[in-house]
Antibody
Framework: EVQLVESGGGLVQPGGSLRLSCAASGFTFSSYWMGWVRQAPGMGLEWVASIMKDGGQKKYVHSVEGRFSISRDNAKNSLFLQMNSLRAEDTAVYYC???????????WGQGTLVTVSS | QSALTQPRSVSGSPGQSVTISCTGT?????????VSWYQQHPGKAPKLMIY???ERPSGVPDRFSGSKSGNTASLTISGLQAEDEADYYC???????????FGTGTKVTVL
């Protein structure tokens, strides 16, 4: 059974940092693109970052470029999102997503809430 | 990249059909056959319902179907059921150098 379990969310002050993790199981992690999608309270979905199977290519939404960094450890079946210089507008539930190419997310984690507030 | 345009809400009675539109441009919806649709119940993670415009993942009822014409993709729910009440989002590939683009979301209400 495919499982994606996020952790690392919480309350952080503006300008602070957080590192999200996603533990994957039930599939060959290194065979898939992976990504993070976020959803601000009461709002829609937004792809935040995506990473190639071997970590060689990474993409970011413009609003987080230079502040967020996506990475993966295929040996540990784990996906990460390092978030620096956090802003109030980064407040959202962050989902870990398995991407079967072309942003087709066939499995999603349960989400982890990030709240940026003083 | 701008969000794809969806109606804010649609509604129908049990057994009826509803169609949700997703309008983009030639740079996304119109340029590729990589449109997917997601269902999201309150407090839950999204679930993939349609991919590659018309394909249904295993386990998704055949009441759900997708189509595309020009820059507009559509999701049709036939034989509407109470459990179909949820938010629905489309998403399109928009080229190799940017991330996928989601639609604005549509709330489906079963009357």
């Amino acid at each position: 059974e495919v499982q994606l379990v996020e952790s690392g969310g919480g309350l952080v002050q503006p300008g602070g940092s957080l590192r999200l993790s996603c533990a994957a199981s039930g599939f060959t992690f290194s065979s898939y693109w992976m990504g993070w999608v976020r959803q601000a309270p009461g709002m829609g979905l937004e792809w935040v970052a995506s990473i190639m199977k071997d970590g060689g290519q990474k993409k970011y939404v413009h609003s987080v470029e230079g502040r967020f960094s996506i990475s993966r450890d295929n040996a540990k079946n784990s996906l990460f999102l390092q978030m620096n210089s956090l802003r109030a507008e980064d407040t959202a539930v962050y989902y870990c997503v398995r991407d079967i190419d072309y942003y087709r997310g066939d499995y999603w984690g349960q989400g982890t809430l990030v709240t940026v507030s003083s | 990249q701008s969000a794809l345009t969806q109606p804010r809400s649609v509604s129908g009675s049990p057994g009826q059909s509803v169609t949700i539109s997703c309008t983009g441009t030639t740079s996304d919806v119109g340029g590729y056959n990589y449109v997917s649709w997601y269902q999201q119940h309150p407090g839950k993670a999204p679930k993939l319902m349609i991919y590659d415009v018309i394909e249904r993942p295993s386990g998704v009822p055949d009441r759900f179907s997708g189509s595309k014409s020009g820059n507009t993709a559509s999701l049709t729910i036939s034989g509407l059921q109470a459990e179909d009440e949820a938010d629905y989002y489309c998403c399109s590939f928009a080229g190799d150098y940017i991330l996928g683009v989601f639609g604005t979301g549509t709330k489906v209400t079963v009357l």
